[in-house]
């Protein structure tokens, strides 16, 4: 079964902290990158931090020295660490995979509530 599954949102004052996590499950389909996205209320949805092909990373530039994005890659699990939070971040997370197969598959969000 193919699954994606996000968790660690909440609501938190600004100046604070959460831990987002994302497990995904792809069957016998071989993961290529993981990363998290978000969308502000009357936002598009945006990118936030993400894993390339490669392995290398690349933030947004309004989370580049707060966020920080890890994984387990035997576990199919990202992280996102967010510290220094700010009401500007408030929003849905998304965890996004891309597979080798050129598909992406999204997770149902997790809400972030930044409260200043």
């Known amino acids: 079964q193919v699954q994606v599954v996000e968790s660690g949102g909440g609501l938190v004052q600004a100046g604070g902290s959460l831990r987002l996590s994302c497990v995904a499950s792809?069957?016998?389909?071989?993961?290529?990158?993981m990363g998290w996205y978000r969308r502000a209320p009357g936002d598009e949805r945006e990118l936030v931090a993400r894993f390339t092909a490669d392995g290398s990373t690349r933030y947004a530039d309004s989370v580049k020295g707060r966020f920080n994005i890890s994984r387990n890659k035997a576990r199919n699990t990202v992280y996102l660490q967010m510290d220094s939070l700010k009401p500007e971040d408030t929003g849905v997370y998304y965890c996004n995979v891309r597979v080798w197969t050129g598909d992406e598959l999204w997770g149902q969000g997790t809400q972030v509530t930044v409260s200043s």
């Open positions: 792809t069957g016998r389909i071989s993961i290529r990158d």
